[in-house]
C-alpha cells in the first residue's frame, strides 16, 4: 500500500482493493464485507447485516489481510488503497473453523425441533465451517426464556449473541427493549424489564436473527420451510404496500414474510402486515352466498343469489342507489365498480367511507416526496397523524432522517409517542391546527430546509375539519418550499380514485345521510369501518341492500339483504397502487373459502345478470386492457356541523382496529399496543367534568352515545377527547361536539 493511487482513475472517494485476487473498486471508510458482497465474494457472517450498525461481535468474517500479523473481521477493517485480502487462505479458513466450533460449543443440538430449521444461518454456515465430531464434553450452558408476547417465541439456549435483535430495537425501531445482560460466557439476550415487546416493528427481529432463538410465535410448530410455497404480495392494511411474501401449503396461508424493495419497505415489515392473515381464517368467514327471507339468513346458490343482488339493482337505478367501496379494493375491483354504477346510471359512488368532511372535493394524491427520499430530508412537520401507528414504516423512515440530523415538528391533538425527538410540539385541538399551520415560528423552521416535508395524516384527513387543514397545509407547503405528503387513508385509495370509484353525484357522507334507497357494498363492515356508524346503520337498515363481503359479521348480516362472498387480496390476483403512486402486482396466495370468488368474477357475473355493457372479458388480462383511469370532477360535498359547546373529539384509528382482517388476528388483538377502548381527556377537563382515572362516561353527540371508561393525560390538548376508532364501544361518536358526563 503506496502514498500513490494505484488507480489515479477512480473518484476522488474510492481506492482499489485486491480480494482474493479480483482487483475491484470501493468507496473510502467501507469495510471489506461491503466490498466483498459488492463483488459476489462470499465471506461467512453472523453479526452483521448491512441494515444494522457494526458490532463485530460474532468473528466469523475474519478474513487475511497482507501485511497484518493476525486475521481481521471484514465487517470491521475499513478498505485502502493496494489492500489485498484472501477470503479463503488457510489462515482465513481456520480462522472461521475456529470461530465456528466456539460458537458451537453451548449451541443445543436440537435442528429437528427448531423451527427455523431449514432456513437457519448457521446450520448452513456449519456445514462448511464446522467439525464433524465436538472437542468439548463439557455441559452445554442453559439460558432461560423470557415471554416477549404473542409474536415473537424465544429460545434463548440457541442464542448466539450477534446482538442482530438489540441493534434492530435499538436503530431501527428506536425501542430500545433489547440489550444484553451480564458479562462474558454469563452474557444473556432479553428485555430488560421482562415485559413483552411493545415495538409495532418487533416481528423483524425474527428475520434478523440468524439461530432459532426468535422464531415467529403464530407459525410455531406449523410447517418446514420446504413445505411452504412463496407467493409474492402486498401489505393492505395501509398505504405503503409493503412488499411480502405469502408462505402457502396446501392453500393455506402459515407465514408472512418481507420482500425486498429499498423504494418502499427495505427488507423490513410491520407487525400489522406480518400476523393479519391469521383473520383470513376467522370463525365468521363468508364462504356461501346468503339471502335474507322473512329476517332469517340462509345459503343460495350463485345464481340465486345474483338474481337476488340484479333485481334490487334494478329496482333503484340512477340517484335511489349508493355504491360504498371498501378504500383497499384492488384496482381490478374498482375500476368494474365505476363501471356497473355507469350502467346503473348513479354517481353515487364513493371509497372514503371513514372521511367526515368532504367539503372540498379532496381525494387522495401521491406524495410529493417518495418514502425512500423522507429518510434524507433534514425538515419534517407531521400534522394530524399518530404516524407511528398510521404508518409504522413510514415512522421509521422519519426516525432515519432523524437520526442524521433532520428537525422533526408536530401538530397534533395528542402529544403522541415518537422514537425520535420533537424539535417543535403544537399541541391544540382539532379545530386549531389549520390555524397553527400559520405559525410563523413553524414557518421559518420550515424554510431552514433544503429538503422540508409536510406529512398530514388520518386525524386531519378524517376529521370534521379536514378540508380547512387540507388548505392551510397546502399552503404551508407553498410558502415555505416544503413537498406535501398527504396519506391516503386507505390501502388503495389512490388507485380508486385514479379508476374512477369517486363520486360525481352523492358523496359518501351525503347518500348516506340523505339516504338511498339502495345500496351496494363492497368489502365493508358496517358496524365499524363508516366515519358516522349511527348515521350509517340508520340509512343502510331502511334501505335493500347488496353486500360484497369477505365477513359474514354480524352487523353486514343485520342491514343485508344479500351477501356475495368475495375473496380477500391474499387470495386474488390484484394490483393496488400506494402512495408513492407505485402500481404493484398479487398473486393469488391462499385458496379462496368454499364458495367465495375473486370479487371481479362476482361483478362481471353480477353484469351478466343485469346486461350492463363493458364486461364482455373472460379472463384478467382481458380486463386489466380494457382499464383506464379517469379524471373525475369529483362532487364537493356538505362541511359538517361542529359548532357549539362541548368537547371536541379526536379519533384516531387503533393500530390493531384498523380493517376487518387485522381485527380477526387473535396475535394482533393480544398485543400489547392494542389496548381496550377508553375515551382519554386532559387533567384539566377531566377535572371540570368530575371525572377520575376509571370513572365511566357518558359522551354523546348528535349520533349517539359511547359509554367508556376515562382516563386522564397531560398529553391531550385542552378542549379535546381522545378516542381510538374500530372498536364497537367508540363507533357511535359521530362528528360534532361532545357532551360528557357520569354514566
Same mark, same amino acid.
Given at each position: 500500500?503506496?502514498?500513490?493511487?494505484?488507480?489515479?482513475?477512480?473518484?476522488?472517494? $474510492?481506492?482499489?482493493?485486491?480480494?482474493?485476487?479480483?482487483?475491484? %473498486?470501493?468507496?473510502?471508510?467501507?469495510?471489506?464485507?461491503?466490498?466483498?458482497?459488492?463483488?459476489?465474494i462470499a465471506i461467512p457472517r453472523f453479526c452483521y447485516h448491512d441494515k444494522l450498525a457494526i458490532a463485530a461481535n460474532c468473528r466469523m468474517c475474519l478474513v487475511e489481510v497482507e501485511k497484518m500479523p493476525k486475521p481481521a473481521p471484514a465487517c470491521a477493517t475499513p478498505v485502502m488503497?493496494?489492500?489485498?485480502?484472501? @477470503?479463503?487462505?488457510?489462515? %482465513?479458513?481456520?480462522?472461521?473453523?475456529?470461530?465456528? +466450533?466456539?460458537?458451537?460449543? *453451548?449451541?443445543?443440538?436440537?435442528?429437528?425441533?427448531?423451527?427455523?430449521?431449514?432456513?437457519?444461518?448457521?446450520?448452513?454456515?456449519?456445514?462448511?465451517?464446522?467439525?464433524?465430531?465436538?472437542?468439548?464434553? +463439557?455441559?452445554?450452558?442453559?439460558?432461560?426464556?423470557?415471554?416477549?408476547?404473542?409474536?415473537?417465541?424465544?429460545?434463548?439456549?440457541?442464542?448466539?449473541?450477534?446482538?442482530?435483535?438489540?441493534?434492530?430495537?435499538?436503530?431501527?425501531?428506536?425501542?430500545?427493549?433489547?440489550?444484553?445482560?451480564?458479562?462474558?460466557?454469563?452474557?444473556?439476550?432479553?428485555?430488560?424489564?421482562g415485559k413483552p415487546l411493545t415495538t409495532e416493528l418487533s416481528g423483524n427481529v425474527i428475520d434478523v436473527c440468524p439461530v432459532g432463538a426468535l422464531t415467529n410465535k403464530v407459525f410455531q410448530f406449523k410447517a418446514r420451510p420446504w413445505e411452504l410455497t412463496a407467493r409474492e404480495s402486498?401489505?393492505? $392494511?395501509?398505504?405503503?404496500?409493503?412488499?411480502?411474501?405469502?408462505?402457502?401449503?396446501?392453500?393455506?396461508?402459515?407465514?408472512?414474510?418481507?420482500?425486498?424493495?429499498?423504494?418502499?419497505?427495505?427488507?423490513?415489515?410491520?407487525? =400489522?402486515?406480518?400476523?393479519?392473515?391469521?383473520?383470513?381464517?376467522?370463525?365468521?368467514?363468508?364462504?356461501?352466498?346468503?339471502?335474507?327471507?322473512?329476517?332469517?339468513?340462509?345459503?343460495?346458490?350463485?345464481?340465486?343469489?345474483?338474481?337476488?343482488?340484479?333485481?334490487?339493482?334494478?329496482?333503484?337505478?340512477?340517484?335511489?342507489?349508493?355504491?360504498? &367501496?371498501?378504500?383497499?379494493?384492488?384496482?381490478?375491483?374498482?375500476?368494474?365498480?365505476?363501471?356497473?354504477?355507469?350502467?346503473?346510471?348513479?354517481?353515487?359512488?364513493?371509497?372514503?367511507?371513514?372521511?367526515?368532511?368532504?367539503?372540498?372535493?379532496?381525494?387522495?394524491?401521491?406524495?410529493?416526496?417518495?418514502?425512500?427520499?423522507?429518510?434524507?430530508?433534514?425538515?419534517?412537520?407531521?400534522?394530524?397523524?399518530?404516524?407511528?401507528?398510521?404508518?409504522?414504516?413510514?415512522?421509521? =423512515? #422519519?426516525?432515519?432522517?432523524?437520526?442524521?440530523?433532520?428537525?422533526?415538528?408536530?401538530?397534533?391533538?395528542?402529544?403522541?409517542?415518537?422514537?425520535?425527538?420533537? &424539535?417543535?410540539?403544537?399541541?391544540?385541538?382539532?379545530?386549531?391546527?389549520?390555524?397553527?399551520?400559520?405559525?410563523?415560528?413553524?414557518?421559518?423552521?420550515?424554510?431552514?430546509?433544503?429538503?422540508? #416535508?409536510?406529512?398530514?395524516?388520518?386525524?386531519?384527513?378524517?376529521?370534521? $375539519?379536514?378540508?380547512?387543514?387540507?388548505?392551510?397545509?397546502?399552503?404551508?407547503?407553498?410558502?415555505?418550499?416544503?413537498?406535501?405528503?398527504?396519506?391516503?387513508?386507505?390501502?388503495?385509495?389512490?388507485?380508486?380514485?385514479?379508476?374512477?370509484?369517486?363520486? @360525481?353525484?352523492?358523496?359518501?357522507?351525503?347518500?348516506?345521510?340523505?339516504?338511498?334507497?339502495?345500496?351496494?357494498?363492497?368489502?365493508?363492515?358496517?358496524?365499524?369501518?363508516?366515519?358516522?356508524?349511527?348515521?350509517?346503520?340508520?340509512?343502510?337498515?331502511?334501505?335493500?341492500?347488496?353486500?360484497?363481503?369477505?365477513?359474514?359479521?354480524?352487523?353486514?348480516? %343485520?342491514?343485508?339483504?344479500?351477501?356475495?362472498?368475495?375473496?380477500?387480496?391474499?387470495?386474488?390476483?390484484?394490483?393496488?397502487? *400506494?402512495?408513492?403512486?407505485?402500481?404493484?402486482?398479487?398473486?393469488?396466495?391462499?385458496?379462496?373459502?368454499?364458495?367465495?370468488?375473486?370479487?371481479?368474477?362476482?361483478? =362481471?357475473?353480477?353484469?351478466?345478470?343485469?346486461?350492463?355493457?363493458?364486461?364482455?372479458?373472460?379472463?384478467?388480462?382481458?380486463?386489466?386492457?380494457?382499464?383506464?383511469?379517469?379524471?373525475?370532477?369529483?362532487?364537493?360535498?356538505?362541511?359538517?356541523? #361542529?359548532?357549539?359547546?362541548?368537547?371536541?373529539?379526536?379519533?384516531?384509528?387503533?393500530?390493531?382496529?384498523?380493517?376487518?382482517?387485522?381485527?380477526?388476528?387473535?396475535?394482533?388483538?393480544?398485543?400489547?399496543?392494542?389496548?381496550?377502548?377508553?375515551?382519554?381527556?386532559?387533567?384539566?377537563?377531566?377535572? &371540570?367534568?368530575?371525572?377520575?382515572?376509571?370513572?365511566?362516561?357518558?359522551?354523546?353527540?348528535?349520533?349517539?352515545?359511547?359509554?367508556?371508561?376515562?382516563?386522564?393525560?397531560?398529553?391531550?390538548?385542552?378542549?379535546?377527547?381522545?378516542?381510538?376508532?374500530?372498536?364497537?364501544?367508540?363507533?357511535?361518536?359521530?362528528?360534532?361536539?361532545?357532551q360528557a358526563g357520569r354514566a
Amino acid at each position: 500500500m503506496s502514498a500513490q493511487p494505484v488507480n489515479p482513475n477512480l473518484p476522488p472517494d $474510492h481506492v482499489t482493493v485486491f480480494i482474493d485476487g479480483v482487483e475491484m %473498486a470501493a468507496p473510502k471508510g467501507s469495510m471489506i464485507i461491503q466490498a466483498a458482497d459488492k463483488a459476489g465474494i462470499a465471506i461467512p457472517r453472523f453479526c452483521y447485516h448491512d441494515k444494522l450498525a457494526i458490532a463485530a461481535n460474532c468473528r466469523m468474517c475474519l478474513v487475511e489481510v497482507e501485511k497484518m500479523p493476525k486475521p481481521a473481521p471484514a465487517c470491521a477493517t475499513p478498505v485502502m488503497d493496494g489492500m489485498r485480502v484472501s @477470503t479463503r487462505s488457510d489462515k %482465513a479458513l481456520k480462522s472461521q473453523r475456529n470461530v465456528m +466450533e466456539f460458537l458451537l460449543i *453451548n449451541h443445543p443440538l436440537d435442528c429437528p425441533i427448531c423451527d427455523q430449521g431449514g432456513e437457519c444461518e448457521l446450520q448452513d454456515l456449519s456445514l462448511g465451517y464446522g467439525r464433524s465430531v465436538s472437542r468439548f464434553a +463439557e455441559r452445554k450452558r442453559v439460558v432461560p426464556d423470557e415471554d416477549m408476547g404473542p409474536l415473537v417465541a424465544t429460545e434463548m439456549t440457541r442464542c448466539i449473541q450477534c446482538t442482530r435483535c438489540v441493534r434492530f430495537t435499538a436503530e431501527i425501531a428506536g425501542t430500545y427493549e433489547l440489550g444484553g445482560m451480564y458479562r462474558g460466557e454469563n452474557l444473556q439476550i432479553g428485555t430488560f424489564d421482562g415485559k413483552p415487546l411493545t415495538t409495532e416493528l418487533s416481528g423483524n427481529v425474527i428475520d434478523v436473527c440468524p439461530v432459532g432463538a426468535l422464531t415467529n410465535k403464530v407459525f410455531q410448530f406449523k410447517a418446514r420451510p420446504w413445505e411452504l410455497t412463496a407467493r409474492e404480495s402486498l401489505g393492505y $392494511h395501509d398505504s405503503l404496500g409493503s412488499n411480502l411474501f405469502l408462505h402457502v401449503r396446501r392453500g393455506e396461508v402459515l407465514r408472512t414474510v418481507p420482500r425486498d424493495n429499498e423504494a418502499v419497505n427495505e427488507c423490513w415489515l410491520s407487525d =400489522r402486515d406480518r400476523y393479519a392473515h391469521q383473520g383470513l381464517y376467522a370463525a365468521d368467514r363468508a364462504n356461501a352466498p346468503l339471502v335474507k327471507e322473512n329476517g332469517e339468513w340462509r345459503e343460495a346458490s350463485w345464481e340465486e343469489a345474483l338474481a337476488k343482488a340484479a333485481k334490487i339493482l334494478r329496482d333503484n337505478g340512477a340517484d335511489a342507489l349508493g355504491v360504498l &367501496a371498501h378504500p383497499a379494493t384492488s384496482n381490478e375491483e374498482g375500476a368494474l365498480l365505476a363501471r356497473l354504477a355507469d350502467a346503473l346510471g348513479t354517481g353515487n359512488i364513493d371509497h372514503r367511507i371513514a372521511q367526515h368532511d368532504l367539503s372540498d372535493g379532496a381525494s387522495a394524491t401521491t406524495f410529493a416526496m417518495p418514502v425512500a427520499d423522507i429518510g434524507q430530508a433534514d425538515v419534517i412537520v407531521i400534522v394530524g397523524s399518530n404516524l407511528r401507528h398510521e404508518l409504522p414504516l413510514v415512522h421509521q =423512515r #422519519v426516525r432515519k432522517a432523524w437520526t442524521r440530523g433532520a428537525k422533526v415538528h408536530v401538530v397534533n391533538p395528542v402529544d403522541f409517542d415518537f422514537t425520535f425527538e420533537i &424539535a417543535g410540539k403544537h399541541i391544540v385541538a382539532p379545530s386549531q391546527i389549520a390555524a397553527t399551520l400559520g405559525n410563523a415560528a413553524l414557518t421559518d423552521a420550515a424554510k431552514a430546509g433544503t429538503r422540508a #416535508v409536510v406529512i398530514v395524516g388520518a386525524l386531519a384527513e378524517n376529521g370534521p $375539519h379536514a378540508a380547512a387543514i387540507r388548505k392551510a397545509a397546502a399552503d404551508f407547503a407553498a410558502a415555505t418550499g416544503a413537498a406535501l405528503n398527504r396519506i391516503p387513508q386507505g390501502a388503495n385509495a389512490v388507485g380508486l380514485s385514479d379508476y374512477g370509484v369517486l363520486p @360525481t353525484a352523492r358523496d359518501a357522507q351525503s347518500m348516506l345521510a340523505d339516504a338511498r334507497s339502495a345500496y351496494v357494498l363492497y368489502g365493508i363492515e358496517p358496524g365499524l369501518d363508516f366515519a358516522d356508524t349511527a348515521t350509517a346503520l340508520k340509512a343502510l337498515n331502511a334501505a335493500q341492500v347488496v353486500a360484497f363481503s369477505t365477513f359474514a359479521c354480524r352487523s353486514t348480516r %343485520a342491514v343485508a339483504d344479500v351477501i356475495l362472498p368475495i375473496g380477500l387480496l391474499p387470495e386474488i390476483e390484484a394490483t393496488l397502487t *400506494n402512495l408513492d403512486g407505485r402500481q404493484q402486482s398479487t398473486v393469488a396466495g391462499g385458496k379462496l373459502p368454499g364458495e367465495a370468488r375473486a370479487g371481479w368474477r362476482v361483478l =362481471r357475473a353480477l353484469a351478466g345478470e343485469l346486461g350492463a355493457k363493458g364486461f364482455d372479458f373472460t379472463d384478467l388480462a382481458g380486463l386489466r386492457g380494457g382499464m383506464q383511469m379517469r379524471e373525475t370532477q369529483v362532487a364537493a360535498g356538505k362541511a359538517p356541523a #361542529v359548532s357549539g359547546e362541548g368537547l371536541e373529539v379526536a379519533a384516531s384509528a387503533a393500530i390493531y382496529r384498523s380493517d376487518a382482517v387485522v381485527r380477526r388476528a387473535p396475535a394482533l388483538q393480544a398485543h400489547p399496543l392494542n389496548t381496550e377502548p377508553k375515551a382519554v381527556l386532559n387533567p384539566q377537563d377531566a377535572n &371540570a367534568l368530575g371525572f377520575a382515572d376509571g370513572v365511566v362516561g357518558k359522551f354523546s353527540t348528535a349520533a349517539g352515545t359511547a359509554t367508556l371508561p376515562v382516563a386522564t393525560s397531560d398529553k391531550v390538548a385542552r378542549g379535546t377527547v381522545w378516542v381510538e376508532t374500530g372498536h364497537g364501544a367508540t363507533a357511535p361518536l359521530g362528528v360534532g361536539r361532545v357532551q360528557a358526563g357520569r354514566a
